[in-house]
Structures are given as C-alpha cells and as structure tokens.
T-cell receptor
Framework: EAGVTQFPSHSVIEKGQTVTLRCDPISGHDNLYWYRRVMGKEIKFLLHFVKESKQDESGMPNNRFLAERTGGTYSTLKVQPAELEDSGVYFC????????????FGPGTRLLVL | EDQVTQSPEALRLQEGESSSLNCSYTVSGLRGLFWYRQDPGKGPEFLFTLYSAGEEKEKERLKATLTKKESFLHITAPKPEDSATYLCAVQASPGGGTSYGKLTFGQGTILTVHP
C-alpha cells in the first residue's frame, strides 16, 4: 500500500512568488493534516481536513496560506505571496478517522524562500 | 494550551548502552500520546500510541511507558541503526473548542548511537 506522498520534495523561490504544495494521502483516509517545521522549532499543526471540509484551520499563520482538498482526495497548500519566514519543511499526514487513529506522515516538502 | 517538552535535546550512546528519553506534557484531556521516529530528510515514522496512565508498549529494542504527566521511551541495548530523532506528540480530547485531531509535538530528542 502506498504511503502519503508529497510534491515537490524541495522548492526554492524568491520572496513574493507563489508556491503550491501537493499532498496525496493514503487511499481511503478521510482525514488529512498539514503541519510545518521551521528551523529550530517543533513541528506545528496548520490545518485538518475531513474529506473535503476544513475541520480545523486554527494553525494557519495568515491569509497568505490557502489549503484546498477538492473531491476529498489530494490536497494543495498554496502560499501567496511567499515571505522569508515561510521557509521550513511542510508535512502532510493522513488518518482513517479523526479519533485516536495513527497519523501517517509524508516525506515533507522543503521550502526555501530567498 | 497543550505543551510537550522532550529531554534531553540530544543523547549520545555507545552501542549496547541502554537509556531513556523523556516526554513531559500538559494537556486539557489526553486522548493519546504518540511516539515517532524521524530520520534525516524523511517524515516522522509512527512507533507507538499510548492512551492511559500505566500503559506500556514494546517493539524490538524500544519500550514506551505513560504516566499522567510524562512518557518515557526506553531503549535497550541500542544499535547504530537506532540513531534518529525521536518525537513525542499528544492529541487532546475534544471539547472546549480544541480540535480533536491535531497533534502537538515536542522538539524531539536527537539520538546518536556509536558502534
């Protein structure tokens, strides 16, 4: 069974540009999460989808970040316009249910904003 | 606000030298405590979930335990391939506006095992 996949693995952009990250969860997993780790800090929650609906977006830093999950399958996270402080590793995770279910993580997208 | 503190930040062991990693937490109501392993350049890999105080789980050289305030990850006779960052995360019980899905992570413990 394929795990969580993320694309691209790395992205280097200039301040002010737009970047779109993609996450494909494990097939059949209704729950999809985005997390971020900035340099020297812990992994932090960004938002949680249940199917195509946003269950919790309390961790989204500001309105430059837009997450979508059309059709309840893959998800995209767009950063527009990117700022220097957006650099970090963006992880996606998925789980079968929202309860005590294990969240399985993807390999992450390493974003560097210059 | 949920908080997780892991100690030590880094741990260097000789092969075969057993030790423990600590994860202290404060959460409004614990739904689950998760241990992950992360290798450089990769995403967190699930190890264990603990749900209630007194619970223990084992996998190969690793054993995780849970109390009402902290969790320990015991590593018995470690090997160089156990070198990784070990992450602890908590999931809070729903209610009071808290999301019931999100994980709150600690900063991790970087474990290096020398041959």
């Amino acid at each position: 069974e394929a795990g969580v996949t993320q694309f691209p693995s790395h992205s280097v952009i200039e301040k002010g540009q737009t970047v779109t990250l993609r996450c494909d969860p494990i097939s059949g997993h209704d729950n999809l999460y985005w997390y971020r780790r900035v340099m020297g800090k812990e992994i932090k929650f960004l938002l949680h989808f249940v199917k195509e609906s946003k269950q919790d977006e309390s961790g989204m830093p500001n309105n430059r970040f837009l997450a979508e999950r059309t059709g309840g399958t893959y998800s995209t996270l767009k950063v527009q316009p990117a700022e220097l402080e957006d650099s970090g590793v963006y992880f996606c995770a998925s789980s079968l249910t929202s309860g005590r279910e294990t969240q399985y993580f993807g390999p992450g997208t390493r974003l560097l904003v210059l | 606000e949920d908080q997780v503190t892991q100690s030590p930040e880094a741990l260097r062991l000789q092969e075969g030298e057993s030790s423990s990693l600590n994860c202290s937490y404060t959460v409004s109501g614990l739904r689950g405590l998760f241990w992950y392993r992360q290798d450089p350049g990769k995403g967190p890999e699930f190890l264990f979930t603990l749900y209630s105080a007194g619970e223990e789980k084992e996998k190969e050289r690793l054993k995780a335990t849970l109390t009402k305030k902290e969790s320990f990850l015991h590593i018995t006779a470690p090997k160089p391939e156990d070198s990784a960052t070990y992450l602890c995360a908590v999931q809070a019980s729903p209610g009071g506006g808290t999301s019931y899905g999100k994980l709150t992570f600690g900063q991790g413990t970087i474990l290096t095992v020398h041959p």
